[in-house]
DNA sequence: GGCACAATCGCATGATCATGCTATTAAAGC
DNA sequence: GCTTTAATAGCATGATCATGCGATTGTGCC
């Protein structure tokens, strides 16, 4: 049996969530509350396996109550169920500990597959809340919008070149060229990001994702 | 009607899910590739909806594939569809653009609505990866445990103000220390680091999160 | 054709760095 | 008390770099 904690401050909901958890086969519902400040003193005596969690509530919020819960239960498992679909609050709510988040709108077959899935080990998710989650990793580190401050192919070769710790004389035998002329690359590297050195231009183009 | 289209080298993976997608309604497998290199070079006269694309191909790699094929065309809908469980592959492929993840042990069914929900706009993905991607977001603001080498906040500081492209010279007026003392910070830095000139100190300090 | 620009090459020189070896002091660990 | 380590400092030298000035090619654009 798959015991299972629910806390959210609609009553409709609360209940409806009970009634459809206890009507499903392995699993039930001990124990119910409307705000985190409750759920978390009574939280010792109970020994749940998953935690249905509200974001909007009265008093300590969902993710709030989530930090607590990892504090009290490291490795609990926690299933977000709210109507927040800002990038923020999912953010934040996987941040605090969340395995998953699940929006309110979702059916109540999908809703008992979700917390067996979390149960097992799963991080069960709203379509559209696991594109979000996606998306923040295409625009995160590949974030190759920016300028890279006009630098040719050639130029970013031997900044590379340079990063990885080779001599301008390693670097011109490696691209089959002359001394001089990684000099004169470099030295257009350094006008186009403004710097003096190889430091700092190694620096620059870390930061701004180049290499 | 989805048109999908399919890179796998293994033929029976490959014709087993060309024949199970053109007999599932509302969609068509329009073109099969054995490698990427030839599915990049038909692209341009395809209009697919959905790619299908395996890892572990010969020649040019699932993942650099998906990065060309976002280079083609921005925002495709990709579906990773492989061995691998791996955080280094997912998280490179997520990161490359693709939009959802899934093992190749995935039954049809599930195969199928997969890449309905990902036409839609969703990010399907198996169970164990969307874990491990939640998991991510967990450890991220607490991944200060990283080895830093070893070294001295000392160190870190003179390597930081390195990176900003100060010479020696500078850094010791700017910490009131004498020339010869950054030189023999800077030596311990190369030696834990492993490295011997500025640049790639600088760069492993960026790549392992030093700075 | 003319213009801009990337890529190539050359030379010179003062500035800066990498590295070897040594040494002192204070704090931390056993 | 002894050992290790971080932080400090010194010296010397060959290697490497930063920068100024100049030059030639090929490509793409208007």
Redesign the pocket.
Known sequence: MIKVIITEDNDTIREGLCLLINASDGMECIARFTNCEDMLTALPGLKPDVFLQDIGLPGMSGIEGVKNIVQQIPGATILMLTVFEDEENIFEALKAGASGYLLKKTPPAQLIEAIKDAFHGGSPMSSNIARKVVTFFKQAPSSKLKESY??????KD?LAS?AEG???????DK??????????????V?KKLH?????E?VAKAFKDGII
Do not use: M, P, W
């Open positions: 006009g630098l040719s192919q050639r130029e031997i340079l080779n001599s301008y004389k390693i670097i011109a691209l089959f060229i002359c001394i001089d002329t990684v000099r004169s690359h470099i030295r257009n350094y710097v003096h050195n190889q430091s231009a």
